[in-house]
């Protein structure tokens, strides 16, 4: 846990400096990040918490933290064994809701963080389009809530529909073999 409270510390140092952050900056909190990545978990709310309560002018070198842990991760570690993308993604829409809330020029800056991830394939296609169309919109949040009720649709129904080809199969295994025994 001391390289997440070092982590931390570096994470909250930005406030010392005047945005942009410098590439150096940048470099040092990903390597604490990719140092604690035992406690991913614990990395990951700290981001999402600095972006959450940090001023506005702060907002987007939050997010640049996120892409330069989720493209270093993914480099080292392959994209079967990163687990920052998988937990990002897990409260992704509200941390573009309060992302959304950075200087208005800076949104298309957020808009080209997430062409770039979806050009790289960082992130699902059914995640990416609902934050573009939120980036589009950004006070109007039910986008992406909708957006991810059709994915839980496709995803129950796949689910359904697998297990109905199961029963089926099952069953038409038992009258196979009932057929043989009763022959």
């Given at each position: 846990m001391e390289e997440v409270k070092e982590?931390?510390?570096?994470?909250?140092?930005?406030?010392?400096?005047k945005p942009p952050i410098s590439k150096a900056k940048m470099n040092?909190?990903?390597k604490l990040a990719l140092k604690s990545l035992k406690h991913y978990k614990h990395v990951v709310l700290s981001i999402e918490k600095f972006i959450h309560k940090c001023q506005p002018d702060y907002k987007l070198p939050g997010l640049y933290v996120i892409d330069s842990i989720i493209r270093q991760s993914r480099h080292q570690l392959g994209p079967d064994k990163d687990p920052f993308v998988a937990r990002f993604s897990r409260n992704i829409a509200v941390t573009f809701h309060?992302?959304?809330?950075?200087?208005?020029?800076?949104?298309?800056?957020?808009?080209?963080v997430l062409n770039l991830?979806?050009?790289?394939?960082?992130?699902?296609p059914y995640i990416i389009q609902?934050?573009?169309?939120?980036?589009a919109d950004p006070t109007n949040v039910d986008i992406y809530v909708n957006g991810l009720l059709v994915v839980c649709f496709y995803i129950i129904f796949f689910l359904l529909?697998?297990?109905?080809?199961?029963?089926?199969?099952?069953?038409f295994s038992l009258l196979l073999l009932i057929f043989i025994n009763v022959s």
């Open positions: 982590f931390n510390n570096e994470l909250n140092s930005l406030y010392q400096v040092g909190l990903t309060d992302l959304f809330s950075c200087p208005s020029n800076e949104i298309c800056k957020i808009v080209r991830w979806q050009k790289n394939s960082m992130f699902s609902p934050l573009l169309d939120m980036a529909d697998f297990f109905y080809m199961c029963f089926l199969n099952l069953c």
